[in-house]
């Protein structure tokens, strides 16, 4: 993990080449819901630019350094989902992740995919990214997607 420390949270982003992405709408639900405090992030894929970026289970189709990058790019989406409900990156504090692997029965190493997430957040976010988490491995997701991550978030 690169310690980028200089800037605001969108200097950092760019500093790491890149930028919040434009969400594509959904008729069916909300990329961010306001509940009081909290703002809940819908489960995001590693979408780039309308393509997802990687399909399969992680242990057989995906290797670990592509899932680490997947996960990077979902939470990537999460920080695009939670700057519209609060206007600004600088204003995202990182309550909860969870973060869900598709993995074959033995993967066993969830929790090392996910912490690309939580890297990538608390480079960019500082100790805003800092945040609870929890890391499962699941059959399958959407679109054969290797990962896909929720978030819970609140404004500072």
């Known amino acids: 993990m690169s310690a980028i420390k200089a800037g605001s949270a969108s200097d950092r982003l760019r500093a790491l080449g890149m930028e919040l992405p434009v969400l594509a709408v959904n008729p069916y639900y909300v990329d961010c819901r306001a509940v009081g405090e909290s703002i809940h992030i ?3 894929l590693p979408f780039k630019d309308g393509e997802l970026l990687g399909q ?6 995906v290797d670990v350094d592509t899932a680490r990058e997947l996960a990077r ?6 920080l695009a989902a939670a700057v519209q409900a ?6 995202v504090r990182i ?9 074959t029965p033995d993967f066993g190493l969830q929790s090392w995919i996910a912490s690309a997430a939580s ?3 608390i480079e960019v976010l500082g100790e805003n990214g800092r945040h609870a988490r929890t890391a499962i491995g699941v059959a399958g997701l959407p679109l054969n ?3 896909e991550i929720q978030m819970v978030c609140t404004a500072v």
């Open 145 to 147: 997607s290797p990962v």
């Open 42 to 44: 819908a489960g995001q």
């Open 56 to 61: 399969g289970i992680v242990g057989r189709d």
């Open 86 to 91: 609060v206007g600004d990156l600088d204003r």
């Open 119 to 121: 890297e990538f957040l």
């Open 95 to 103: 309550v909860q992740m969870l973060v869900f692997v598709a993995s």
């Open 73 to 78: 790019h979902a939470a990537l989406n999460c």
